[in-house]
């Protein structure tokens, strides 16, 4: 006799209309009355298909129409009827051509922030013997390289990176002008992005990167007691004063790509609310976007849970003010939420935390390549060089330990379509594996998400235009 039970999903109320995310693919479901009694009746408990029926006719509904909501939901795998189902994943291509490089292109850098994860104390980075600075054979090498492995695409993008990136704006203004002409005569769309520090910008700098549309990340903690608590220079003193009038001068002549900041919280710098007003509204970044320190737990500056919970409660309080604008239609700027709301409307189910190591490397000043840029210069974690290219059994092993499918923590959890386990630094930081699931974040994640999922909703019912550029996004 066949039985059934409520499926890997989760309910979620946004506007006045009930909704179910379903963990297997992804997809947002508006559910009527039926298919809500439904779920509930089998909340509470399993149930054969006739007694579902039957107690559904006692709630007022025709047996037909129960019918025809049970094989519904059956088909989205809101319930279950027992059978075997196994977790996975939207599958991978066999061939996944390159779609964007991040370019170290120096591992120096004139800060000694205590948190770094490059330089810090828990760093992975294993620098000794290799280019400080890359040189313009190295990087002429890298962008070939891209081109030939991102074949079929019809737009690229490589971001700089560091150290601190403006280090070697020499070398970066020379990329771009090649990277430019080589797209061109490729046909192939290219843009490109940087993040920086902010100390080294000076009006010629800042000209470049207008002329150019190059998009610009600052990354900077707050107002200036916030961020001078690590993002200081070498001889200790905080950097604040230097950045804050070249920031100022290059939101006022940049205007060809929205400038964003971006804010490592440390246990030293958790006002969310205070922060995002100072560098949105005070300084008139675009966009803010904060991610807690990346270390171990026993750091100083680390985040304990009690100070996750406190970050949770300010995001969501940050999350309402820009519910509040999306109903008017207006940019907010607060980027944790776009970001998530656009794998939301996307229907993303991920099968790895990020790109990296398939659609995006990142290369290191002396050509070898990595993951990410949080794994540039770190031999343990060396997938191969520009000249000879990737080791694709390194990188298959790369990919298969921080595939969702190997996570079996994760196989229960509603939140793994956007998730799939966490960041793969955060994981060898933490666990000393890449593929290890951040469980230390687990119901940080799910509180986030299903806020999200509830501002999708009421944007849904109540402004559904404002979703429109989540898709113009993904097209891009």
Same mark, same amino acid.
């Given at each position: 006799?066949?039985?059934?039970?409520?499926?890997?999903?989760?309910?979620?109320?946004?506007?006045?209309?009930?909704?179910?995310?379903?963990?297997?693919?992804?997809?947002?479901v508006?559910?009527?009355?039926l298919?809500a009694?439904?779920?509930?009746?089998?909340?509470?408990?399993?149930?054969?298909?006739?007694?579902?029926?039957?107690?559904?006719?006692?709630?007022?509904f025709?047996?037909?129409?129960?019918?025809?909501?049970?094989?519904?939901?059956?088909?989205l795998?809101?319930?279950d009827?027992?059978?075997?189902? %196994?977790?996975?994943?939207?599958?991978?291509?066999?061939?996944?051509?390159?779609?964007?490089?991040?370019?170290?292109?120096?591992?120096?850098?004139?800060?000694?922030?205590?948190?770094?994860?490059e330089?810090?104390?828990?760093? =992975?980075?294993?620098?000794?013997?290799?280019?400080?600075?890359?040189d313009?054979?190295?990087?002429?090498?890298?962008?070939?390289?891209?081109?030939?492995?991102?074949?079929?695409?019809?737009? =690229?993008?490589?971001?700089?990176?560091?150290?601190?990136?403006?280090?070697?704006? @020499?070398?970066?203004?020379?990329?771009?002008?090649?990277?430019?002409?080589?797209a061109?005569?490729?046909?192939?769309?290219?843009?490109?992005?940087?993040?920086?520090? *902010?100390t080294?910008?000076?009006?010629?700098? $800042?000209?470049?990167?207008?002329?150019?549309?190059?998009g610009?990340?600052?990354? $900077?903690d707050?107002?200036?007691?916030?961020?001078?608590?690590?993002?200081?220079?070498?001889?200790?003193?905080?950097?604040?004063?230097?950045?804050?009038?070249?920031?100022?001068?290059?939101?006022?002549?940049?205007?060809?790509?929205?400038?964003? *900041?971006?804010?490592?919280?440390?246990?030293?710098?958790?006002?969310?609310?205070?922060?995002?007003?100072?560098?949105?509204?005070?300084?008139?970044?675009?966009e803010?976007?904060?991610?807690?320190?990346?270390?171990?737990?026993?750091?100083?500056?680390?985040?304990? @849970?009690?100070?996750?919970?406190?970050?949770?409660?300010?995001?969501?309080?940050?999350?309402g003010?820009?519910?509040?604008?999306?109903?008017?239609?207006?940019?907010?700027?607060?980027?944790?939420?776009?970001?998530?709301? %656009?794998?939301?409307?996307?229907?993303?189910?991920?099968?790895?935390?990020?790109?990296?190591?398939?659609?995006? =490397?990142?290369?290191?000043?002396?050509?070898? $390549?990595?993951?990410?840029?949080?794994?540039?210069? !770190?031999?343990?974690?060396?997938?191969?060089?520009? !000249?000879?290219g990737?080791?694709?059994?390194k990188?298959?092993?790369?990919?298969?330990?921080?595939?969702i499918?190997?996570?079996?923590?994760?196989?229960?959890?509603?939140?793994?379509?956007?998730?799939?386990?966490?960041?793969?630094?955060?994981?060898?930081?933490?666990?000393?594996?890449?593929?290890?699931?951040?469980?230390?974040?687990?119901?940080?994640?799910? %509180?986030?998400?299903?806020?999200?999922?509830?501002?999708?909703?009421?944007?849904?019912?109540?402004?559904?235009?404002?979703?429109?550029?989540?898709?113009?996004?993904?097209?891009?």
């Amino acid at each position: 006799m066949t039985t059934y039970s409520t499926g890997d999903v989760h309910r979620f109320h946004g506007g006045g209309t009930e909704y179910v995310y379903l963990a297997g693919s992804g997809g947002i479901v508006a559910l009527d009355a039926l298919s809500a009694q439904i779920l509930s009746r089998l909340e509470q408990e399993t149930l054969s298909r006739s007694a579902l029926v039957s107690q559904m006719e006692t709630d007022g509904f025709a047996a037909m129409d129960v019918t025809e909501g049970i094989d519904e939901l059956y088909q989205l795998h809101a319930i279950d009827d027992g059978g075997p189902r %196994a977790v996975s994943s939207q599958s991978l291509p066999q061939e996944f051509p390159l779609q964007s490089m991040v370019l170290n292109v120096t591992n120096q850098c004139n800060l000694s922030c205590h948190y770094c994860y490059e330089f810090g104390e828990d760093k =992975v980075a294993t620098p000794e013997g290799k280019k400080k600075f890359m040189d313009w054979e190295t990087a002429k090498t890298s962008v070939d390289y891209f081109f030939a492995e991102s074949r079929g695409r019809k737009a =690229v993008h490589i971001t700089f990176f560091g150290g601190e990136t403006l280090m070697n704006f @020499p070398l970066l203004k020379k990329v771009v002008e090649y990277a430019r002409r080589e797209a061109e005569r490729r046909h192939v769309s290219i843009d490109f992005s940087l993040t920086t520090n *902010a100390t080294l910008l000076t009006p010629s700098i $800042i000209d470049f990167l207008a002329e150019n549309a190059i998009g610009v990340t600052v990354s $900077i903690d707050g107002a200036k007691e916030s961020h001078d608590a690590f993002r200081i220079f070498k001889n200790g003193r905080g950097t604040y004063d230097v950045i804050e009038p070249k920031i100022k001068e290059l939101l006022a002549k940049h205007k060809t790509r929205p400038i964003a *900041a971006r804010v490592t919280m440390t246990s030293h710098a958790m006002d969310v609310l205070g922060t995002y007003k100072h560098l949105k509204h005070t300084l008139g970044f675009y966009e803010v976007g904060f991610a807690p320190v990346t270390t171990s737990p026993n750091r100083l500056y680390s985040i304990a @849970p009690a100070g996750m919970d406190s970050v949770l409660g300010q995001f969501q309080v940050l999350a309402g003010d820009y519910l509040e604008h999306a109903k008017r239609g207006e940019h907010h700027g607060f980027s944790n939420v776009s970001d998530t709301l %656009a794998e939301l409307h996307q229907g993303v189910n991920k099968a790895l935390p990020c790109g990296a190591g398939l659609g995006l =490397v990142g290369v290191g000043p002396s050509g070898d $390549i990595a993951p990410c840029h949080r794994f540039v210069d !770190s031999d343990a974690h060396n997938l191969g060089h520009v !000249s000879t290219g990737i080791d694709r059994e390194k990188q298959a092993a790369f990919l298969k330990r921080g595939n969702i499918d190997s996570k079996y923590d994760c196989h229960t959890c509603w939140a793994r379509p956007l998730c799939a386990g966490g960041c793969h630094h955060e994981a060898f930081v933490r666990y000393g594996d890449t593929g290890h699931a951040n469980l230390h974040y687990c119901d940080w994640i799910r %509180a986030w998400t299903d806020t999200c999922l509830q501002i999708y909703g009421t944007i849904a019912a109540q402004n559904p235009a404002f979703l429109d550029h989540f898709s113009e996004r993904k097209a891009s």
